[in-house]
């Protein structure tokens, strides 16, 4: 748990709640985890923005400690759904409108909730990710191994979630050991709540990933098509993905956020736990715009 913050289970949907942390006063800004995460990852962050900040960190949707609906369908994952839930949550807390940010797949429900909600997002921030559509069309020859991943996940219900179960603390350890230039980042009590919470959430965490091969790359691929672009102030935080890679990161999401603010980093993917003072310094710069 994240010291100092209270612990609420927020219903947001027909059967679904989500584990949330808050804490703090004044105006609100929502913090969403990414993979293979919970809430937790925000714990330096959310701690020094509870000081002038009503401070919500909830576990989405099929993570961590919240409900994990059965995917029946392909939208019970999809970013729009999700997406709603965190519009959802801040209401039944009393936000009309907060500020957003989302790292890895938080962010992906984050730029979703902004695209959809535009009226209800004042700021949105995004750590370490490309927006769905742009990210399938960069990931291509050797350089793709990386996001091997994606692929796996993105097949048809059941070989994936079987060979993950098989080995679930190998599997999610692998991106906690590879991402993180700097390992003392995540103490060992921390990456056990992690393996934990993942090791009793892969039929979720596959859905969710097999949303971003299908229903979510539509979502984008229609807003981009229909010139829909995201109207509030956005900052981006991002590693140097286009030495490794070959893109303009930067490029790619100017064409989605007139108003951007795009910093590469130097730490790893797990910024907000690895260089936290960087990622509060940039939240507290873009709340300012």
């Not at 576990?59 to 019970?76: C, Q, T």
């Not at 590879?178 to 921390?190: C, K, M």
């Not at 490029?251 to 795009?262: C, I, M, S």
Request: hydrophobic content about 50%.
């Amino acid at each position: 748990m994240i010291p100092g913050f209270d612990y609420l289970r927020v219903p947001v949907a027909d059967g679904v709640s989500l584990n949330s942390a808050v804490a703090g006063s004044g105006s609100p800004v929502v913090l969403l985890h990414g993979f293979p995460q919970t809430h937790l990852m925000w714990r330096h962050v959310a701690a020094d923005l509870a000081a002038d900040h009503t401070v919500i960190c909830p576990d989405l949707r099929g993570y961590g400690d919240s409900d994990k609906p059965e995917a029946v369908a392909e939208d019970v994952y999809s970013k729009r759904t999700m997406a709603a839930d965190i519009v959802a949550l801040a209401r039944e807390l009393g936000h009309e409108r907060f500020a957003l940010a989302g790292h890895d797949r938080g962010a992906l429900v984050a730029f979703r909730a902004a695209m959809d909600h535009p009226s209800t997002i004042t700021h949105l921030a995004s750590l370490d990710v490309l927006p769905t559509a742009d990210m399938w069309e960069v990931m291509n020859g050797v350089t793709a191994a990386v996001g091997f991943h994606l692929y796996l996940m993105a097949q048809p219900p059941g070989l994936p979630e079987q060979m993950i179960a098989a080995s679930a603390d190998a599997f999610f350890g692998h991106f906690l050991d590879l991402w993180a230039n700097s390992p003392d980042a995540i103490p060992a009590d921390v990456r056990a709540a992690y393996l934990r919470a993942c090791r009793e959430a892969v039929p979720s965490i596959v859905a969710d990933y097999r949303a971003s091969a299908g229903i979510d790359n539509a979502h984008d691929l229609a807003d981009r098509a229909a010139g829909n672009r995201l109207r509030m102030p956005v900052a981006v935080l991002q590693q140097d993905w286009g030495a490794a890679l070959g893109f303009d990161a930067a490029g790619l999401w100017r064409a989605w956020a007139p108003d951007l603010e795009h910093t590469t980093v130097t730490c790893g993917h797990f910024m907000a736990e690895e260089s936290p003072a960087e990622v509060t310094k940039a939240l507290r710069a873009l709340l300012a715009r």
